[in-house]
């Protein structure tokens, strides 16, 4: 069973810039196609962004040109460099290995990590 933990959160102020890790351990990554969701208070779990086995990202149009996810199998952890933060992004982030070839799809899987709070003040 593969665990995932999240890590690199924090208090950055609008404008600012972030990078939020995901590593896993139980299995490996490069077996799946990877994501991450975001929740923020009140609100449902959305898709950010998805990377597939070779590489090619896709991401939601709220984050589009703004955030960029990257992996290294080789470490066995996925990331999330966000730039030019917003208010609006404030919530708390996911990892997860998602369902799907296409990287279109935004379907999560089975594995979720627990979670890392990005609070973005105006």
């Known amino acids: 069973q593969v665990q995932l933990v999240e890590s690199g959160g924090g208090l950055v102020q609008a404008g600012g810039s972030l990078r939020i890790s995901c590593a896993a351990s139980?299995?490996?990554?490069?077996?799946?196609?990877m994501g991450w969701f975001r929740q923020a208070p009140g609100k449902e779990r959305e898709f950010v962004a998805r990377i597939n086995w070779g590489g090619s990202p896709h991401y939601a149009d709220s984050v589009k040109g703004r955030f960029t996810i990257s992996r290294d199998n080789a470490k066995n952890t996925v990331y999330l460099q966000m730039n030019s933060l917003k208010p609006e992004d404030t919530a708390v982030y996911y990892c997860?290995?998602?369902?799907?070839?296409?990287?279109?799809?935004?379907?999560?899987?089975?594995?979720w990590g627990q979670g890392t709070q990005v609070t973005v003040s105006s």
């Open positions: 139980g299995g490996t990554i490069g077996t799946y196609a």
């Open positions: 997860n290995t998602m369902q799907g070839l296409s990287v279109f799809t935004t379907t999560p899987g089975a594995y």
